[in-house]
Nanobody, 126 residues
Framework: VQLQASGGGLVQAGGSLRLSCAAS????????MGWFRQAPGKEREFVAA????????EYADSVKGRFTMSRDNAKNTVYLEMSSLKPEDTAVYYC????????????????????WGQGTLVTVSS
């Protein structure tokens, strides 16, 4: 299984970026997908996740209204549209996949995900 995250970079505060995560080696449409981030010296934290069907998405309070997660099951890819970026959004962003969620529950704990991408760095300058 491979999850390849891309799209990170340097952006000024208030700007936008779009992250992508391309999955291979798994039946993508069966997996819930998540985005997490880890800033220097901090623990990995939940950003957003959605169900395999794309029917429901959950966001961390810190990104609600600014970030939008979507998925394209035909392309085995998930996206994270980030706007109104703030310096505190600076982190390495990781995508992750899980098949273990129950029903409509969206997994927000990093330990709930089986597969992880390598991360892409987002730096927001003030």
């Amino acid at each position: 299984v491979q999850l390849q995250a891309s799209g990170g970079g340097l952006v000024q505060a208030g700007g936008s970026l779009r992250l992508s995560c391309a999955a291979s080696g798994l039946t993508f449409r069966r997996y819930d997908m998540g985005w997490f981030r880890q800033a220097p010296g901090k623990e990995r934290e939940f950003v957003a996740a959605n169900k395999w069907s794309g029917g429901s998405t959950e966001y961390a309070d810190s990104v609600k209204g600014r970030f939008t997660m979507s998925r394209d099951n035909a392309k085995n890819t998930v996206y994270l549209e980030m706007s109104s970026l703030k310096p505190e959004d600076t982190a390495v962003y990781y995508c992750a996949a899980t098949i273990r969620s129950l029903g409509q529950t969206i997994v927000v704990a990093p330990t709930g995900y089986e597969y992880w991408g390598q991360g892409t760095l987002v730096t927001v300058s003030s």
